[in-house]
T-cell receptor, first 112, second 110 residues
Framework: NAGVTQTPKFRVLKTGQSMTLLCAQDMNHEYMYWYRQDPGMGLRLIHYSVGEGTTAKGEVPDGYNVSRLKKQNFLLGLESAAPSQTSVYFCASSYFRNGEQYFGPGTRLTVT | KNEVEQSPQNLTAQEGEFITINCSYSVGISALHWLQQHPGGGIVSLFM???GKKKHGRLIATINIQEKHSSLHITASHPRDSAVYIC????????????FGKGTKLSVKP
């Protein structure tokens, strides 16, 4: 089992460009999350999903969109990247609502 | 106002020392997690607990629900324990998302 994978691992964007981050899990987990990690701050929730076809906003959703068309995949989109979105993005998944979360390796995004 | 506070922010220890990292939270929770983030960036779950104490190898985690406080202890510390240790909580009303502390950066010198 691969667990939770994220692609790409690194990306540099220019302001205004768009991109999609892909998170995939092979553990049949219902719950999936996108977090961002910035220096001096704890991880913060961007969006989450409680099952296939569902998404909801987290703490810092502005500038991002998500989709969960298949249970195993959770996509995070940036329509018009801004320097404030420079961060490390982590995807996580869990089987139970308040269960152990499994994290992907992270995507380091730089917006210039 | 941070809902999850960790102390200390940074900790340097000599190999073999006993280490304690503290976590306090201000909200009702259903579970508390201790996570480890190595310099390469990957995040691994160490413990999930809602009461009492758990032990895994040289790591021990305790929680006091009444005092809203948890501790992570490392016995006989080793340089490979050098990492950022993160406390995170599931709030009782959450949809499963975690609220994170800012982390404690531990460096163990040989």
């Amino acid at each position: 089992n691969a667990g939770v994978t994220q692609t790409p691992k690194f990306r540099v964007l220019k302001t205004g460009q768009s991109m999609t981050l892909l998170c995939a899990q092979d553990m049949n987990h219902e719950y999936m999350y996108w977090y961002r990690q910035d220096p001096g701050m704890g991880l913060r929730l961007i969006h989450y999903s409680v099952g296939e076809g569902t998404t909801a906003k987290g703490e810092v959703p502005d500038g991002y969109n998500v989709s969960r068309l298949k249970k195993q995949n959770f996509l995070l989109g940036l329509e018009s990247a801004a320097p404030s979105q420079t961060s490390v993005y982590f995807c996580a998944s869990s089987y139970f609502r308040n269960g152990e979360q499994y994290f992907g390796p992270g995507t380091r995004l730089t917006v210039t | 106002k941070n809902e999850v506070e960790q102390s200390p922010q940074n900790l340097t220890a000599q190999e073999g020392e006993f280490i304690t990292i503290n976590c306090s939270y201000s909200v009702g929770i259903s579970a508390l997690h201790w996570l480890q983030q190595h310099p390469g960036g990957g995040i691994v779950s160490l413990f999930m607990l809602s009461s009492g104490k758990k032990k895994h190898g040289r790591l021990i985690a305790t929680i006091n629900i009444q005092e809203k406080h948890s501790s992570l202890h490392i016995t006989a510390s080793h340089p490979r324990d050098s990492a950022v240790y993160i406390c995170a909580v599931h709030m009782g009303t959450s949809q499963g998302n975690l609220i994170f502390g800012k982390g404690t950066k531990l460096s163990v010198k040989p």
